[in-house]
Every structure is written in C-alpha cells, then in structure tokens.
C-alpha cells in the first residue's frame, strides 16, 4: 500500500495542551463502545442466534467514524455507511436501541423494519444507509444543496468504503457535488476489501484520492487507524466545506479485521496482513498515545472500559425486553397516512 | 383562454414555486433552455438558479440530490428528460425513496417528472411507458394524468404530498389536448380515479393518452346504439380499485385499455382485483388492449401497429357489447 501520513507537525505542536488530552479521552471513550458494542453483537448476540440476519463490523475502522464525527455541529447532516456505527453514538442515538435494532425489536430505530446499520433519524440529522453501497453520496449530494440552499453554513459528512467508489452513484455524485460547490466532506475508509475482491480487482489507482483530481476536488490521505490524525484532516476538510469552497475528500488507510460479514472466515485475506494490521490497532494506539503523553494511566483506561462494558449490559438487557413488532402493523407507514 | 396539456403542468409547478419557497426543480437542461420539452421554460429567469438547477447528465444523482433535498425539508421536483432515461436513477428510486418511511419514518417529498409514451417517432429510447417498474413498488405513488385539468391538479398535489411521486406526463398529449381551466389554486387528489363518460353496456378502463382514445371509440360505438362508460384511472398507485369496481358492478362488461405493453400491465392487476372482488357481477370475460411485449419500433408503419388505437379498442369493445 502506498506511503500513510503520520501524525501532523501541527498537532505534535499541541500535544502537552490539555484541550488534546480531553479531545483524546473522547476519542477513548466512543471508539471503545463502538468496539465493546460490535464484539456484543457478533461475538456473542450472532451465535446466540439472538441476531438474525447479517452482522456486518466495524473492528479495527473505529478511528475513522470518531475521529470525523467529533466535527459535526447539530446543522451537519451525517451519512454513515455500514462499518462507522459510532457516528450514531456522536449523534446521539441510544445504545439500547441500537441493540435493539440489531435483534429486530419495536424499539429499534427502524422498529424492526430493518437490520444491523440500516438505521437513521432525521431529528439527529443521520441519514441510513441503503444496500446497495455509495447510493448515500448522491443523497450527501442533495442534502448540502439543501443546507446551502437554506442559507446554513452546515455540512454533510459522507462515509463510503473503498469499493463504494467503483459505483456510478459515487462518481454522479462525486461530480454533481464538486460541479455546485456543494457544501460535502467526504469520508473514504480505505479498508482494502470489498467482500473477498482486493483493491488491485477493484481499481486501476493506487488510491482512492487519486479519484479526486478528476473532479478538481482536494483530497488528502490519512492514517485511519490514528484517530487523532483522521480527527486533523477532517478538520481541514470541513473548514474547508464550510468556507462556501465545495467538497473535500479524505482517504483514510485501515484494514478490515475481520471477514465482510460474521458468517464470512475471510480465508481470502493473507493471515500476515491480519497480524500486520493488529498491531496498528487504532485503540491499543490511542491508549499508549494516551499513556506516553501521561493524559491518562493504565487504571484510569481500564476503568473506561469497565464502564464502557457495564453501558453496554445494561443497554443488551433493556434490548432483550424489547418486544418484537406486532405483526399486525405490518402495513403502516408505506405512505404517511397508512 | 384554452391552456394545452403541457402548460397545464407548468402552471402548476410554477404556482407551487410562488407559493412555497422550498419548491425547487433539478434535471437536465430545465434552466436556459427551458427543458427538452419546454415545460420550465422562463423558469430561470424568474426565479433564478438557486430553484432552477441546471444538473450534469446524471438521473442517479438527480434523483439522489432531490431525495437527500427532500429528507432536510425541501420539495424538489426532479425531471427526466424522457421516461426512458428513469432507468439510470431506478436504484435511488425504488431502494431509497420508495422505502425511506417504512424503514425509518423519514419523509421523502419528491417528485419525478418523466416524459413518457409513444406516437411521437421516438423510437426504442424515447417513447417508453414505464410507469408499472415502479407500480411494483410499494411506498411510491404513480401518477398519470390524461387532461390538462388533472395535469395541473395532480402535479400541484405530488409537489404537496409527503411521499415520493412519479409523474408521468405523456408526451403525445402535451400540445395535442387543451381545455379551459378555472383561475386559482386548485388540486386533484392523487389515488382517485374518475368515470370520465357515463355508460350503462360496458366499462372501458384505461389511463393516460388511452383515455381519449377510450372516448373516440366510444363515441363511434354510440352510434350503434353502446354506451359506454369510461374510466380514467388518473393515478395507477395507490391505486383505485372501489370506483372500477362500481362501474363494472353497473355495466358488467369490461374491457382494459393501456398503451404500456401486455405482459405485467396495469390490465392483469385489476383483472384479477375484479375476479377477486366482484366476479358474480360480470357478464362476459374481461378483454384487454395493449401494446404487445416489444420495444417500440422506430418506423411509423410498426410503431402504428404496435401502439393500441381507436380502431384496436373499438373491435373488442364491439365484441364485448355484442357478448
């Protein structure tokens, strides 16, 4: 893969400043839950059979939904894609009923309509995500017209994989942004795999900011698995957005730690690169971050994560009260009046 | 002052920008130019870029751009510069609008206008009637006006309605038909039908440029002593199987009329909705006219022979009157 940034200058400047330990307890705290959360729902939720359906995660992305999210301001609209749950959490959503979602119950966000991270609420300004992938960037497209449009200097925070960007919708999109100055940062997690198909079948570039000179469309690329460095080249992309400059892209490198799906070994994925990639974890690095820069201690992590691991027990157990839809209301809300 | 069919719709969209700042078009061609079909003609001018949105040759992103519009508040009216072309936007259509509600309670007030039909020597590409690719999918609403009157009401009804709208506005018909409409505001429900000509022999239902047709040949069939009713369906989904249903309940004949082609049309729904519902009522079998299950042809002697005409209806009702 090609060469990944490191940490900015502009930030090793900061790195004493108290404001940065603060940003980095944050940081901590919703990568984490996103993390504890996932390993619920597919290392133990999934083989309960409690989850049925598919179970798609996020693990070892974590940096690249928090270290973005932290920027939206309540008039931003978001469009997470299927592996950046913590964008939920930033937003606000309840961990309960995000749980909820998952084991199909009424009190889901979707009331049992819909599964996994196929969840929105307009009230929070998240869009959900439909299936087929990079559909959200037309719509990322339409929503900063609408933010521009009402006069607000909102943004729309547009997440995609890699693979998302073989997609016509993503170029229309793309182009339909970059060509009205459209108010549009957008999040590329460059996790290598689109399923079992490696980047090399998917791609001719050598990384999907290549893409960006096309549209005229700045484009950095950034080390997603360094949640404080993804948190700085969002910042520069959404001041840009706001500044009335147009779209922004940023490329974040990662690596899938895991197959496309729970039911998915990923045999396909050379087992050194799984081994390589572990020890870039993006929390495992956050927390010696943390530690070296005497921001926090082992105690004090470990107690994050103990209270961390208690949320999401309680939240499980307010799900798994949850009842299932009622059959009978199988036909409402086709329309508005149905 | 008669006002033709395709000014019909203008008015309407132009009367729902004036009243409702959120109103806005997007598409191919809608700002300078007016539109392929001129219905937004003078738009721009009048109400500027910011609502009149000149886009690049992307139906995916238009379409896309008006739902993502729609979802923060906005009432976007998209244009396909012909029906045919609805096909590159079908995914943002049928997987994201049509089901936004039902998943998640987000409203998507959007409206797609498509220029459809054929007679025109469109050929393959330009003459479409695609409008049951989108009856097959739950939590849109499809729209087919025959009048400039319903034209006028019914677009200023989807611009208004809370859910995604497909309008199709049959392109035969833009400057064939004109009528006088009433001065000021006023809509036409969507999911009504209307019994267009009262008759008491046979029921023909049809929609769209059909329903003149419908009324040519029950106009020749009167002279040897039918009466014929006809139905307008004016919107195919939700659709209105009560008022075909009390016609037929009174005419116990029916035979259906649509310019779409035969395999999948609006013609074996409501058969088997009347079989279903009212079968004791019926006196003869339900007949059909159709296109047949091709493309539409390019040269004017197989596009005449592909399209359903007066002479076409005319035979099976004959038929069915005499049954």
């Known amino acids: 893969m090609s060469t990944v940034l490191t940490a900015s200058a502009e930030r090793q400047a900061r790195e004493d400043d108290g404001e940065l330990a603060a940003l980095a307890a944050r940081c901590h705290y919703y990568m984490a839950l996103m993390r504890e959360t996932e390993d619920r729902i597919e290392r133990k939720l999934y083989r309960q059979g409690k989850i049925v359906g598919g179970v798609y995660v996020g693990r070892g992305q974590e940096a690249i939904p928090v270290g973005s999210a932290l920027h939206a301001l309540p008039d931003d609209v978001l469009l997470p894609s299927h592996r950046d749950m913590a964008v939920l959490f930033i937003r606000g959503v309840p961990l309960r009923r995000v749980f909820a979602q998952y084991m199909g119950r009424v009190d889901g966000l979707t009331r049992g309509r819909d599964g996994n991270m196929h969840m929105g609420d307009m009230q929070r300004r998240v869009v959900a995500i439909i299936s087929a992938l990079a559909a959200t960037v037309p719509v990322a497209a339409g929503a900063a017209l609408a933010l521009k449009y009402q006069g607000k200097d909102g943004v729309a925070f547009c997440y995609f994989g890699d693979g998302a960007t073989s997609r016509g919708d993503w170029h229309e999109g793309v182009n339909l942004a970059t060509v009205q100055k459209l108010p549009v940062v957008f999040l590329c997690n460059n996790n290598q795999y689109a399923y079992s198909t490696p980047l090399e079948l998917q791609m001719a570039c050598a990384n999907v900011a290549d893409r960006a000179p096309a549209y005229n469309m700045p484009a950095e690329i950034v080390d997603g698995n360094d949640v404080l460095a993804v948190y700085d080249a969002t910042g520069r992309a959404v001041a840009h957005a706001r500044a009335g400059l147009g779209p922004y892209m940023v490329e974040c490198k990662t690596f899938r730690m895991t197959g496309h799906s729970a039911h998915d070994a990923a045999h396909y994925v050379p087992p050194e690169l799984f081994a390589q990639w572990e020890k870039r974890d993006p929390i495992r690095r956050l927390e010696t971050r943390m530690m070296e820069n005497g921001w926090a201690d082992r105690a004090a992590l470990e107690a994050a994560n103990a209270r961390i691991r208690q949320e999401v027990d309680e939240a499980v157990a307010w799900a798994e009260q949850s009842p299932y839809p009622d059959p009978s209301t199988l036909l409402d809300d086709v329309y508005e009046n149905s | ?323």
């Open chain 2, 1 to 323: 002052m008669s006002t033709t069919y395709l000014e019909a719709i203008r008015e309407g969209l132009w009367e729902e920008m004036e009243r409702d700042p959120n109103v806005f078009v997007l598409g191919e061609d809608v700002g300078v130019y007016g539109g392929a079909f001129k219905v937004t003609a003078g738009f721009v001018e009048h109400f500027g870029t910011r609502r009149v949105v000149d886009t690049p040759i992307s139906e995916s992103a238009i379409v896309g751009a008006a739902i993502g519009a729609g979802l923060m508040g906005l009432r976007p009216v998209a244009e396909m510069q012909f029906a045919d072309f609805i096909t590159c936007g079908f995914d943002q259509i049928v997987n994201f609008a049509a089901k936004c509600r039902y998943r998640w309670n987000a409203s998507v007030p959007i409206v797609v206008r498509s220029p459809s039909g054929g007679g025109i020597h469109g050929g393959p590409f330009h003459s479409q009637n695609p409008e049951m690719w989108f009856v097959k999918t739950p939590g849109l609403k499809v729209v087919c006006p025959a009048t400039a009157y319903d034209a006028k009401g019914l677009i200023k009804s989807a611009v208004r309605d809370n859910d995604p709208v497909i309008f199709f506005e049959h392109k035969g018909l833009y400057r064939r038909i004109k009528e006088d409409l009433p001065a000021g505001d006023y809509t036409v429900p969507i999911g009504k039908a209307k019994v267009v000509r009262e008759g008491r022999h046979l029921t023909i239902v049809t929609y769209g440029a059909m329903v003149w047709t419908a009324l040519e040949a029950a106009d020749e069939l009167a002279r040897e002593g039918a009466s014929i009713e006809v139905v307008d369906l004016r919107t195919l989904l939700p659709l209105d199987r009560e008022t075909v249903f009390a016609s037929v309940k009174k005419t116990s004949k029916v035979l259906l009329v649509h310019e779409d082609t035969r395999t999948g049309g609006i013609a074996g729904e409501l058969a088997v909705s009347i079989t279903e519902s009212i079968f004791e009522y019926l006196d003869a079998p339900i007949l059909r006219v159709t296109a047949p299950d091709t493309p539409v042809p390019f040269s004017p002697t197989l596009e005449e022979a592909f399209l359903p005409n007066t002479a076409k209806v005319v035979e099976k009702a004959r038929w069915l009157y005499r049954y």
